[in-house]
């Protein structure tokens, strides 16, 4: 019920909304701004966002996006199952993790700028030219060190289905503190999907679906992933903040939280498991299956750039409640999780809460990776505002 409701709401709302927006009369400039910038693209109903406007890479990004979201928190699971003698430590992942988004970065950077000269230049002036003022990103960095060391544990404790549905609370968190702190605007239908969406998480957490192991705590779990969800929000909009002041790559900014994200988990590794290190090395406890699991999460970030440039939030939305679904199935079949009523209730509110709220998210801030891309209308708006000898000025600096 509660389902079908918010779903009219939606699509009430939309009916109100008018589609068409009148075109600028001459007087004002419109034709004028038509003539003298001939460069800037008119904006199309196919440009406009929705999925028929979704290109191949677009859809592409999104079976990765999918793949990668339930594959994780799959093999996190099995690499973290409770009765294993020699467990990898979760530090030593989290440094690994970090160290790969390093070179990931650094190599899409130099295919970025074209050549290796480029982009240790941009480097250079980016970042090397001005350490004190990099020190600001340590924040978000150590954050978000912090949570994915949380998250280890998190999947000690919980079923991959019960943490995919419980870690959209990422979405509450973020959506709470935008509000709270980049003073964002959010519509009726959002924040009725933020209610109904910590609903359907309620739900997921009251539901048994299998009896806990000795060695395992699902209230800890919870609390765990609620921990993780703060400390995703608190640098996610930190992070936005700062990225709206200045304008830098994506990939210089990867290489910057990667580069702090290394040395705050180096830190945690001597603090927490030196002793641990000493006796048995650094990758002690390393298979397979972790290898798999610090791949999958080093690459999470660059897929959700690589989907917020060539798709949109419905995308994202899409992704998410895949995800959640396959997570689900999957357990069943390889940890004998017991699908209940309760959690299909939950999850299902879920699924259709985190989609309501990304059609209606007019921008993305819950994503580590914050792609600078202009989109059409933004294109166009600047385009009007330039003057003949400013557009000269730009075809003589970018021919």
Known sequence: ATVSVLYWILVIMRAKT????????????????????????????????????????????L??????????SLTMR???????????????????????????????????KGTVEEAWAAIHTDILSSPMS?????????????????????????????????????????????????????????????????????????????EPSDKENQFMGFIAVFVACCTSACAGVYLEKIVKQTKVSVWIRNIQLATFGLAVGLF??????????????????????VWVVVFLQSFGGILIAVVVKYADNIVKGFATGLAIIISALASVILFNFVITPQYVAGASIVIVSVYLYSVNNACS???????????????????????PDTEKKADEENP
């Open 18 to 61: 008018p589609t068409n927006v009148e075109d600028p009369p001459a007087g004002d400039g419109g034709e004028k701004c038509e003539e003298k910038n001939p460069r800037a693209p008119t904006p199309t109903p196919a440009a406009s966002s929705g999925i028929h406007a979704i290109s191949w890479l677009g859809w592409m990004s």
């Open 63 to 72: 079976g990765c996006l999918v793949f990668q979201n339930s594959s994780l």
């Open 78 to 112: 099995a690499s973290r199952l409770p009765g294993e003698e020699k467990l990898y430590l979760a530090t030593s992942a989290v440094v690994v993790c970090e160290a790969i988004k390093v070179v990931v970065s650094t190599c899409l950077l130099i295919m970025e």
């Open 134 to 210: 990099n020190m600001q990103l340590l924040i978000p960095a150590g954050l978000y060190t912090f949570q994915n060391n949380i998250q280890y544990y998190a999947a000690s404790n919980l079923d991959p289905a019960t943490f995919q549905v419980l870690y959209q609370m990422k979405i509450v968190t973020t959506a709470i503190l935008s509000v709270i702190l980049l003073n964002r605007k959010l519509g009726m239908v959002q924040w009725l999907s933020i209610v109904v969406l910590t609903a359907g998480i309620a739900l997921v957490q009251t539901s048994q679906g299998n």
């Open 268 to 289: 945690a590794c001597y603090a927490k498991d030196r002793e641990a290190i000493m006796m048995h090395g650094f990758l002690q406890g390393f298979e397979p299956i």
């Open 365 to 387: 801030c819950l994503y580590p990776s914050i792609s600078e891309t202009p989109t059409a209308t933004q294109k166009q708006e600047e385009a009007c505002e330039e003057t």
